[in-house]
């Protein structure tokens, strides 16, 4: 079992920045990927950004040279950060925290953050 927590998000205006944080604990041991989702009312869950166990990223085509994505592990966490700068309107959404670990099936996910980028 896996728990994933995150926290950060929040209101900023057009252009500015925030930084989600996702710590995953419990039987984190084996190679996984972990990353970030997003929803917005209506759609279907978005893939924002992926990391892996040897921090290859990869990026939406919307969010490339605006977010990054980046992880360390300390004191049996790993803690993973979605740093999003140059927020637009289109931005705003629930976040999700997203891990899938080697040999366990079952995809993990966090409870949601909300980010709304308004004026």
């Known amino acids: 079992q896996v728990q994933l927590v995150e926290s950060g998000g929040g209101l900023v205006q057009p252009g500015g920045s925030l930084r989600l944080s996702c710590a995953a604990s419990?039987?984190?041991?084996?190679?996984?990927?972990m990353g970030w989702y997003r929803q917005t009312p209506g759609k279907q869950r978005e893939l924002v950004a992926t990391i892996s166990t040897d921090k290859r990223t990869s990026y939406a085509d919307s969010v490339k040279g605006r977010f990054t994505i980046s992880k360390e592990s300390a004191d049996a966490k790993i803690t993973v950060y979605l740093q999003m700068n140059s927020l637009k309107r289109e931005d705003t959404a629930v976040y999700y925290c997203?891990?899938?670990?080697?040999?366990?099936?079952?995809?993990?996910w966090g409870q949601g953050t909300q980010v709304t980028v308004s004026s």
């Open positions: 419990g039987n984190i041991f084996n190679t996984n990927t």
């Open positions: 997203y891990g899938k670990w080697r040999l366990d099936p079952r995809d993990y």
